[in-house]
């Protein structure tokens, strides 16, 4: 079509029956279409149109063409996106590509280590370019990276050689145990609370958790 009429006439409206509408959007415009249909979160009839959530960052980082946004906007687009999900009352997906909470979870201590030394090994994009977040993820799969991480983002400073570490882990390993009827970010919530308490009986310098509880909760 583009040989004969203009490619700045010509655009593209997907819908996502088989999960392929980003994708057939993106082939479009390399075929020389340059307007292209969507909606945020990929809201539409049936399975759903185009993910403008998802192209737009695709565009902007990992393409040439000009889109007429910047770094300011593209920033604000987690945000968003999860403000369309709040007024629809319906719980945003973990699993949103950009902007989802795990996507830019990491959960094995291997995982966490290689972020740790080099986002790059794992992370596709720097998080914070679309207004998301990287996330430690403790759990039964952790290692001491895990541990450390989630104490450096509380503000708690421990020797990386501290032996107590090592019972931190196996503390995590055995709560996620004892929580095996939760699932997903509930189980790793219930062994991360695990490892606090064990931490409060270990070290003797415990800030606020991070979660609007105070430290006192680690008085026994």
Not at 34 to 48: A, H, I, K, P, S
Not at 62 to 84: C, H, P, W, Y
Not at 118 to 130: C, F, G, K, Q, S
Request: aromatic share 4%; hydrophobic share 40%.
């Amino acid at each position: 079509m583009v040989e004969t009429i203009p490619g700045s006439r010509i655009g593209i409206h997907s819908h996502n029956d088989t999960e392929n509408a980003v994708a057939n959007s993106l082939a479009a415009l390399n075929a020389g279409a340059r307007q292209v249909q969507g909606t945020l979160n990929g809201l539409g009839e049936r399975c759903g149109n185009a993910n403008l959530v998802s192209l737009i960052p695709t565009l902007l980082l990992k393409t040439d063409f000009v889109t007429g946004m910047g770094e300011k906007d593209l920033a604000q687009i987690t945000k968003i996106s999860r403000l369309l999900d709040e007024r629809l009352n319906r719980a945003p997906s973990r699993s949103a590509a950009y902007v989802g909470e795990s996507a830019f979870a990491h959960k094995g201590g291997l995982h966490v280590s290689a972020v740790e030394k080099d986002p790059r090994t794992y992370e596709h994009i720097e998080p914070a370019l679309v207004g998301n977040r990287r996330h430690i993820v403790v759990s039964d799969q952790s290692g001491r990276a895990n541990i450390l991480a989630r104490f450096r983002d509380i503000g708690l400073a421990v020797d990386v050689d501290d032996s107590k570490i090592a019972t931190l882990v196996e503390t995590v390993k055995a709560g996620n145990t004892m929580a095996m009827p939760m699932t997903g970010p509930r189980r790793a919530s219930s062994s991360w609370r695990a490892a606090r308490w064990a931490a409060c009986r270990n070290f003797s310098a415990w800030p606020d958790f991070g979660d609007g509880r105070p430290a006192l909760e680690c008085a026994r």
